[in-house]
């Protein structure tokens, strides 16, 4: 196989922490993590953006875990990735080794069995990438030490078996089709959770502290729970996932302890040099109503506090704050009113600082963010987990791109969690507000299809 030679040349004179990186075939990506999950490996993560690198990661070489804030993780991660000599195949561009992962949205809330294994949050190295960007697409392997004779040689096998599941598959076509309207603001949506008229309680106290001036906003969110069929696969789910929402995000984290997957619409940092793109998502509609929500004084009054909020976060860490002009997005379930914002950040500001800095937005927390997330942590039935977390990757260079973990779904137990949440604001209207969150539950419902099972497992 083209690299192999190359591979084994690098990795017999790698002293220390090691990442090579050889040409591969270029495979579509949902199709590759499908094919490549069944090669063994403890854990697998996928980053499928609509533009850039696509990145489908097995096992893990390294794993840092802990809460977004934590000054600890960054100093591991920044010493793991700085530690690390980088090895690319003369036919590759330069290809950095990246830490991908998630963390919870609130690391102070009871974490849940069904999230035991995902914990507070966690970054993972993995042992093989699978990446593709532009015409290029491309094995890496990653090691922390140097390896015995026996390892090397098991790693040599690992790429010869990942290069030949892979030039198996079909060559890369029309991967992604097209949605079809997701008429979830019509129907009652399935499955086990909150009742309609408890969480529309739940709203209508939210907005009596607003009415009296303890806060400005909050996001209610809930979960609801559907059986799954025998062994479903959530690799082929996501994949439907990503195919129904092309211009969203795919994000991906399996382990022994379930699978955790979505495609958000919405972006939380990406950093590249000193350059800082993030944005404002708030604001929702029903399908082709884009003109009406940009003419909406709610929607309007939700979408400026969520924008006045980030630019004040961004203030200590950036310069050059510019937001851009206000537009809709259109997605096949919803519209959304979405602004820009682009920074320079100061030195001193890593990438996960701008992090810790963004979370939650509030674009699903609130404003203020200390209230409303004492609100949510009080009022809200369950943990929401990694539901609206930080969901990403960051690498060598010092780049780095998080989403926020929405449309998503936890497979786990035989139950599929769904999430979804809709900010309240003054002139919320309640039954509007359950609709909103109907359509955002339906993204992922549609997906799981077949794999819904007849009843809720004892």
């Known amino acids: ?26 495979r579509p990506a949902t199709a590759a993590l499908a094919a490549l999950r069944g090669t063994g490996s403890s854990s697998v993560v996928a980053w499928l953006p609509p533009d850039g690198a696509r990145l489908v990661g097995l096992g893990s070489t390294a794993t840092l875990a802990g809460s977004v804030s934590s000054r600890a993780l960054r100093r591991e991660a920044d ?5 690390i000599r980088i090895t690319t195949h003369g036919a590759l561009p330069a290809i950095s080794p990246r830490l991908l992962g998630g963390f919870a949205f609130d690391p102070r809330a009871r974490i849940e069995p069904a999230w035991e294994s995902f914990g507070e949050g966690r970054l993972v190295l993995p042992r093989w990438t699978y990446g593709q960007e532009g015409e290029h697409a491309w094995l890496s392997f990653a090691a922390c030490a140097p390896l015995t004779d026996v390892e090397r040689a098991a790693a040599l096998t690992e790429l010869a078996v990942i290069h030949e599941a892979l030039q198996s598959l079909p060559e890369e076509g029309a991967e992604v089709r097209a949605a079809d309207p997701v008429r979830a603001h019509d129907a009652a949506f399935p499955g086990e959770g909150e009742a309609p008229e408890v969480w529309k309680g739940r709203v209508e106290a939210i907005l009596r502290a607003i009415e009296a001036g303890r806060i400005a906003k909050v996001v209610a969110a809930r979960s609801a729970e559907l059986p799954l069929a025998e062994s479903p696969d959530p690799a082929a789910i996501f994949r439907e996932l990503v195919g129904r929402f092309a211009r969203c995000t795919g994000f991906y984290l399996e382990m022994s302890g379930g699978a955790f997957f979505g495609a958000t619409p ?3 940092v990406g950093v590249v040099g000193s350059d800082v793109e993030t944005e404002a998502l708030a604001g929702s509609a029903p399908p082709g109503s884009g003109e009406d929500l940009l003419e909406s004084e709610k929607d309007r009054l939700e979408h400026q506090l969520v924008l006045d ?15 851009g002009e206000t537009r809709t997005v259109e997605l096949p379930n919803i519209v959304h009113l979405r602004t820009p914002i682009h920074a320079r950040r100061r030195r001193a500001a890593g990438p996960l600082d701008l992090v810790a800095a963004l979370h939650p937005t509030p674009a699903v927390g609130g404003v203020p963010r200390d209230e409303a997330l004492r609100w949510i942590e009080e009022s809200e039935p369950a943990s929401r ?22 449309r ?23 039954d509007a507000e359950w609709a909103e969150t109907e359509a955002k539950m339906s993204a992922v419902r549609e997906a799981l299809g077949a794999a819904i099972g007849p009843t809720v497992p004892a």
């Open 266 to 268: 919405e972006r939380l």
């Open 309 to 323: 909020e980030i630019i004040a976060r961004l203030g200590p860490l950036c310069d050059e704050i510019r937001p």
């Open 1 to 26: 196989m083209p690299g192999s030679s190359f591979a084994a040349a690098a990795l017999e004179r790698a002293a220390g922490p090691t990442f090579v990186s050889v040409p591969a075939p270029r």
């Open 408 to 430: 998503c779904a936890l497979l786990h137990g035989g139950v599929a969690r769904l999430y979804a949440g809709a900010g309240i604001v003054s002139g919320s209207d309640p």
């Open 79 to 83: 010493a793991l990735l700085a530690s």
């Open 385 to 406: 987990g990694w539901y609206a977390g930080p969901f990403g990757w960051l690498d060598a260079s010092g780049a780095a791109e998080f989403v926020v973990a929405l």
